[in-house]
């Protein structure tokens, strides 16, 4: 569900700085040849992600769902020097087209991939992130958060994507599935959070920022 009219939405890329070709062509490739292509950040978001991370100049990065790159590539434009990406995807298949464009990125030295379960993996990283971007699996949403939550300073950022899953957010809790019922969980937990300020932006599908007021 488009939450904007498309004139608007037209409107709204002209007036943002363009994508980078290489940004458009794996956006192309990613729609070309692999499943459920409407996953990838896209021409907008990935500049808010850009933006984002240029205003936080992250030294460490944590994104949970690599999928093709796309929104990695994006969050490295702002890094600090010598500052690292760990992103996690339990697809390995993906491998391919994401190392192919990451090395034309020049950023294949700065992003470390980890295959796995997130569940899994995170609780294997030992870094302290200023800037986390969860975009995978809906239903474990809360689970990321709880998981993170500890590896972040105060005042680390936390970006949560696609937290108005096409507007089914309004749904009544007998019609919702198992994905909106785990949304909807989320955005009421991190709002009763008071260890976090938290704006919801109506960026795409819905954008929750996150900043950490408290341990
Ligand atoms: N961040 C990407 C899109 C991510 S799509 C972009 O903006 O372009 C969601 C990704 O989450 C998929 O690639 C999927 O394989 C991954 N995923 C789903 N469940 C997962 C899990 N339990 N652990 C790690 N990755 C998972
Ligand atoms: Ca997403």
């Not at 600090?80 to 992103?87: E, S, Y």
């Not at 298949?93 to 034309?104: A, R």
């Not at 200023?130 to 950022?157: C, H, Q, R, T």
Request: with cysteine.
């Amino acid at each position: 569900m488009d939450f904007i009219s498309s004139d608007l939405a037209s409107y709204i890329e002209q007036h943002t700085s363009k994508e980078s070709e290489l940004l458009h062509q794996l956006n192309r490739e990613t729609h070309l040849k692999v499943l459920i292509p409407r996953m990838l950040s896209g021409h907008l978001q990935g500049r808010v992600l850009s933006m984002f991370s240029h205003m936080i100049k992250p030294k460490n990065i944590l994104e949970i769902g690599t999928y093709t790159g796309y929104s990695a590539i994006c969050l490295s434009e702002g890094l600090a020097v010598g500052g690292v990406i760990d992103t996690v995807d339990i697809n390995e298949e993906l491998t391919p087209i994401i190392t192919k464009y990451w090395e034309k990125a020049g950023i294949i030295d700065s992003v470390q991939l980890h295959l796995g379960n997130a569940l899994d993996i995170i609780p294997r990283l030992n870094k302290a992130y200023d800037l986390v971007f969860i975009d995978a699996d809906k239903e474990n949403y809360s689970a990321y958060y709880d998981l993170v939550f500890k590896k972040m300073p105060v005042g680390g950022i936390i970006l949560a994507d696609n937290v108005l899953w096409s507007g089914n957010v309004l749904q009544e809790p007998n019609e919702m599935t198992e994905s909106t019922k785990a949304i909807v969980d989320f955005n009421t937990k991190v709002q009763n959070d008071s260890r976090v300020e938290n704006v919801l932006m109506p960026i795409r599908d819905g954008l929750m920022v996150l900043r950490k007021i408290s341990d």
